[in-house]
T-cell receptor, first 116, second 113 residues
């Protein structure tokens, strides 16, 4: 049971390049989400998904796309990287229980992205 | 949206000291979690505690949901406790929150030997 796995751990991009950050979970969780963490700040929600085929925007969605074709995978795409997207990215998953209650969220190890 | 405030922003301790970290939130929540972010950036789940009290070794947490706050207690602190402690809440607007967490700004804890 690996939990939440993110790849790569580190990445350097040039402005305008595109890339996909991968996130996979093996806990059969319905909910998955992407966050970014900037220096001295807490995490902010980028996009989230409540199940395969269903995604929605979070607090800071601009410049990012997501899709969810399977329960296990939730990739985050940067179509044209900008220096403002330099950050640490975390993927998380959790499980719906009942009446709006969810289990605790589990986080991946993070991807440190630098855009030059 | 819901506001989450943590205090103090910074805390410096000598090894062996006790401390209390506070998290205030502005609306009712489905879920509250405490995390420790270690110096390597990894987020470690400490407590899942929407209400009540839990203990895990030297750490314990209490959430008073009706008064919208949570406390994290660290006793007999060790240098390995250093890092950033985050409180995150899963807001209850409309009754379904889809696992979306709102984080506080964190408390930076430094424990000196």
């Amino acid at each position: 049971n690996a939990g939440v796995t993110q790849t790569p751990k580190f990445q350097v991009l040039k402005t305008g390049q595109s890339m996909t950050l991968q996130c996979a979970q093996d806990m059969n969780h319905e909910y998955m989400s992407w966050y970014r963490q900037d220096p001295g700040m807490g995490l902010r929600l980028i996009h989230y998904s409540v199940g395969a085929g269903i995604t929605d925007q979070g607090e800071v969605p601009n410049g990012y796309n997501v899709s969810r074709s399977t329960t296990e995978d939730f990739p985050l795409r940067l179509l044209s990287a900008a220096p403002s997207q330099t950050s640490v990215y975390f993927c998380a998953s959790s499980y719906f229980m009942t009446r709006g209650m969810n289990t605790e969220a589990f986080f991946g190890q993070g991807t440190r992205l630098t855009v030059v | 949206g819901i506001q989450v405030e943590q205090s103090p922003p910074d805390l410096i301790l000598q090894e062996g000291a006790n401390s209390t970290l506070r998290c205030n939130f502005s609306d009712s929540v489905n879920n509250l979690q405490w995390f420790h972010q270690n110096p390597w950036g990894q987020l470690i789940n400490l407590f899942y505690i929407p209400s009540g009290t839990k203990q895990n070794g030297r750490l314990s947490a209490t959430t008073v949901a009706t008064e919208r706050y949570s406390l994290l207690y660290i006793s007999s602190s060790q240098t390995t406790d250093s890092g950033v402690y985050f409180c995150a809440v899963d807001a209850n607007a409309g009754g379904t929150s889809y696992g979306k967490l709102t984080f506080g700004q964190g408390t930076i804890l430094t424990v000196h030997p």
